[in-house]
DNA sequence: TTAATATGCAACTATATGGTTGCAAATATA
DNA sequence: TATATTTGCAACCATATAGTTGCATATTAA
């Protein structure tokens, strides 16, 4: 399949599903599904594709209870894209590093 | 269209344009598009689609001499992702949360 | 036992995505 | 001027994505 923090950017590049791990996380309980779907607009069955993605990268997890699943959070997978970010921190502040090259070109 | 922020994760969930953008931001010098696509397998033009993504996303920024066309990285966008993941970064640490959580369950 | 609830599976639709190729136009070079 | 180079546009293709609906199944409650 895909590459770890593939999944999970590709994940967390949907808005609804930003929404349903936000609910989750400031939830800060296991949820099921039926649940999680009642406070969106789309169908449980359109919450739970997102479910999966969102279990694939990791960023919930979901637990049987008899005929319930619950569902809950974890940021975890999120210190990856952590990491890939903090080698750019340096250049997103140098606006006029950015300008220097953009003068640099040949004329 | 779509949220700015979505716009930009959307961007780096790509492997492809991840690498496009790292090579722009490594190579601290505008590059013309044919140059950029020399270093992928894929054509000129899948290249330049994905520059069309990484520009709208605000990642890089184009411009034009003569024929060709200057392309350099800005990182300036990463900034909201940053400030986005910075919400959930004191989630990530206490997996006993989650634990907790998780143990949380009616039973 | 019967009815209600929570869920999964499958099929389907529309649109987005990542990629290709062919061709035309603009610019630079011989 | 004739040729080579850089690029954009458009059409096309295969697959992924976000969403829907219908139905079957398992579990809980009356």
């Given at each position: 399949m895909q590459d770890k923090i593939t999944r999970v950017l590709k994940a967390i590049a949907d808005p609804t599903r930003r929404?349903?791990?936000?609910?989750?996380?400031?939830?800060?309980?296991?949820?099921?599904?039926?649940?999680?779907?009642?406070?969106?607009?789309?169908?449980?069955?359109?919450?739970?594709?997102?479910?999966?993605?969102?279990?694939?990268a990791g960023l919930i997890h979901i637990n049987s209870k008899g005929r319930e699943r619950y569902c809950f959070a974890d940021a975890e997978p999120l210190k990856?894209?952590?990491?890939?970010?903090?080698?750019?921190?340096?250049?997103?502040?140098?606006?006029?590093n950015n300008l220097g090259t953009y003068l640099d070109q040949p004329s």
């Open positions: 929404e349903i791990f936000h609910a989750l996380v400031v939830a800060s309980a296991a949820m099921p599904i039926t649940q999680i779907s009642g406070q969106f607009q789309i169908s449980r069955q359109g919450v739970t594709k997102h479910l999966r993605t969102l279990e694939d990856e894209v952590n990491h890939w970010l903090k080698f750019y921190e340096r250049f997103w502040d140098d606006s006029l």
